[in-house]
Nanobody
Framework: QVQLVESGGGLVQPGGSLRLSCAAS????????MGWYRQAPGKQRELVAE???????PYAGSKKGRFTISRDNAKKTVYLQMNSLKPEDTAVYYC?????????WGQGTQVTVSS
């Protein structure tokens, strides 16, 4: 059984930084693609960043240069470093693990960017 637990969200002022963490349970964490998604109120969930098993990050998206995804396979944890945060980054951030044809999601962590 896979469980994903996000942490690190909170309230931050515009221009500030946060680092989100997603701790995974289960075996063979290092073999699977991990991703960060976010969902703002009234909007669809969107991909923020993805990282492969060998730490390639093929998706940069519109947050390139501000957000950085990384992973520590020994700790079974994936991170999202977010810098220069903007009010439009406010959302619930979710972690996802892709194992073959199945996706596993965490419960999400709220990020609010406001002065």
């Amino acid at each position: 059984q896979v469980q994903l637990v996000e942490s690190g969200g909170g309230l931050v002022q515009p221009g500030g930084s946060l680092r989100l963490s997603c701790a995974a349970s289960g075996s063979f964490f290092g073999l699977f693609v991990m991703g960060w998604y976010r969902q703002a109120p009234g909007k669809q969930r969107e991909l923020v960043a993805e990282i492969t098993s060998n730490s390639n990050t093929p998706y940069a998206g519109s947050k390139k240069g501000r957000f950085t995804i990384s992973r520590d396979n020994a700790k079974k944890t994936v991170y999202l470093q977010m810098n220069s945060l903007k009010p439009e980054d406010t959302a619930v951030y979710y972690c996802k693990m892709t194992r073959g044809s199945k996706d596993y999601w965490g419960q999400g962590t709220q990020v609010t960017v406001s002065s």
